[in-house]
């Protein structure tokens, strides 16, 4: 089992649309959680980070961390064709883990 | 400087050379991280340095692969005899401690012929 697993995609939805993106992990010793967005033939840009369980909320970002499920959600509100780009999870507890990243498609 | 900066931005290099890569953290950041990007793949952990304790280095995919770093400044990455699969995206990012947000640079897009 890989530490991280993350949905591949593609994932198409329709502008406006509310995303859902998620990623399991199996180490409890994870104590703080990242969602990257990467454009293509860019560096990841850091969007959300949290260390505790629960919701956080930033514009039309929402991460919630589940860590009795290890089980972590990034929700993006009102998609934009701009949010089109590979989202990826991160966790560590030192040294920082990734999911694969899931590739999203906003049509519009 | 204001972000993570990675030098060079692209490199090809022939079959067999040694490379070296470049990555100058955030001023004040203690950790440092590498990572490997394949085309269309995710990152891969190569090796963690935090302030003056010995570098984690259990990502390096083999003893071709070495990372220095002095202090809390300019770490490099050097692939010795590379082969064409060490053709990649090679990515740094940096915190100001563990357990804190981490920012990329835009990688060094190495090519191997």
């Known amino acids: 089992q890989k530490e991280v697993e993350q949905d591949p995609g593609p994932l198409s939805v329709p502008e406006g649309a509310i995303v859902s993106l998620n990623c399991t992990y199996s180490n409890s010793a994870f104590q703080y959680f990242m969602w990257y967005r990467q454009y293509s033939r860019k560096g990841p840009e850091l969007l959300m980070y949290?260390?505790?369980?629960g919701n956080k909320e930033d514009g039309r970002f929402t991460a919630q961390v589940d860590k009795s499920s290890k089980y972590i959600s990034l929700f993006i509100r009102d998609s934009q064709p701009s949010d089109s780009a590979t989202y990826l999870c991160?966790?560590?507890?030192?040294?920082?883990?990734f999911g694969k990243g899931t590739r999203l498609h906003i049509l519009p | 400087g204001a972000g993570v900066s990675q030098s060079p931005s692209n490199k090809v290099t022939e079959k067999g050379k040694d490379v070296e890569l470049r990555c100058d953290p955030i001023?004040?950041?203690?950790?440092l991280y590498w990572y490997r990007q394949r085309l269309g793949q995710g990152l891969e952990f190569l090796i963690y340095f935090q302030g003056n304790s010995a570098p984690d280095k259990s990502g390096l995919p083999s003893d071709r692969f070495s990372a220095e770093r002095t202090g809390e400044s300019v770490s490099t990455l050097t692939i010795q005899r590379t082969q064409q699969e060490d053709s990649a995206v090679y990515l740094c990012?940096?915190?100001?401690?563990?357990?804190?947000?981490?920012?990329f640079g835009q990688g060094t897009r190495l090519t191997v012929v």
């Open positions: 991160a966790m560590g507890d030192d040294k920082i883990i």
């Open positions: 001023s004040g950041h203690t950790a």
């Open positions: 949290t260390y505790s369980s």
């Open positions: 990012a940096s915190s100001f401690f563990p357990n804190t947000e981490a920012f």
